[in-house]
């Protein structure tokens, strides 16, 4: 797969330039492991929110706890997965542990019942899967690719994970018109596609390890240790600082759906539209990550975000207005979603590189759980409406530093 179909000139620059365009295969079947774990994910996110606030009666404290629970369940383990990924100099493995958790936690849903705590659990147990893989992937996209295109090799990533998560919601779609309440179905079906993405990484991504004779033992000191680099400490709390300025998805979208007067059984399908933009921005915002730099790309992201929360806040309603939103949406998480770890990753020494994303994206994680639970909680208080606003002002009061004073060290070169 190119991502530039540019000639080379006969320079030794330009065919540097047009060898780093090319997306490696590791890159490709690490897309396709996230495409089949990211359908199977998505079926039971996208049912997760008409199924608590129309089928259990409960509340949006409730669902921000469980959308919050959702984002941050993960964010202890990411830690634990970075470290072992570079500990043991083996990030396939790890990212394998976790991806096959998260295989089996769809199984648990269905034993559960309709106990909200017991649906929180099982919930836990797939975003820890999604904790201990997610550092071990990048670390693995990262060495497989050339530094010039690390925008793009991520933008290709997320494009393949996004286009399992558009299609997530069509398959429960379709499940749920065919199958009625039989709900296990639903989950059984889940499990089946998160195993084709376990199957697909055993055998078609290997490691790049390190030797163990040049290769520095890894200890958690060193980790939190690279914390004492500027660029990376400040990237890492303005993320976490932004992240707490973050509503959950979940909220975004029942606001559109009552924005729209739309009926409730269309809020598993708004999640699309979102995906779809995503899909269709990942790469060109990757490239244009690559040229422009990262950090002024994943700025630009989170102002999306607080306009979209701007269009959810005010008067304006309809059709249009909910498609303004979801556009809104989907090119913040095409903005961030990849490009902040492409900006950071050739800052990190690589026998420290999962580590030092996965403080980043801890933070980031717990940040946004926090912001998810007290947007419930505001919204419980108030109303969605004012929520919004609140969240609109902290968002774009958040930016200005981020603006002022980005993070130290050069962009990723093009």
Known sequence: MYLSTTR?????????????????????????????????????????????LYGLGAGFLHLGLLDGLYT???????????????????????????????AASKLLFPLVGGAVSAIGAAV???RAGKGLRAAPRDALITAATSPHALGAAFGVHRALDTAGALLGPVVVFALVAAVGDAYDAVFVTSFC?????????????????????VRPRVSLRDGWGLLARHPLRRAAAYATMLGLVTAGDAFVFVGVQRQTGLGAATLPLLPLATSLVFLLAAVPLGRLADRAGGWKVFVAGHALLAAAYALLAAEWQGPVAAACVLLLHGLFYAATDGVLMAHLAPHLPEHLRA?????????????????????????????????????????TVGLLPACVFPPDGKETPS
């Open 355 to 395: 580590s030092g994303l996965a403080i980043t994206q801890t933070g980031q994680a717990l940040a946004r759980t926090g912001g998810t639970v007290g947007f419930g909680a505001l919204a419980t208080g108030w109303d969605l409406r004012v929520s919004f606003v609140v969240f609109a002002v902290l968002l």
């Open 72 to 102: 941050g369940a993960s964010a202890l383990l990411r830690l634990a997965g970075g470290h072992l990924a570079d500990r043991s100099a083996r990030p396939k493995a790890v990212a394998l542990a976790g991806y096959g958790l998260s």
């Open 8 to 52: 080379a000139t006969g320079t030794p620059a330009a065919a540097g330039r047009l060898r780093s365009a090319r997306v490696p295969a590791t890159v490709v079947a690490l897309g396709m492991v996230s495409f089949f774990t990211d359908i199977s994910a998505e079926m039971v996110a996208a049912f997760l929110p008409m199924y608590l």
């Open 124 to 126: 836990a147990v797939d």
């Open 193 to 213: 596609l998160a195993m084709i993405g376990v199957v697909i990484l055993a055998c078609s991504v290997r490691d790049r390890r390190i030797a163990p004779a």
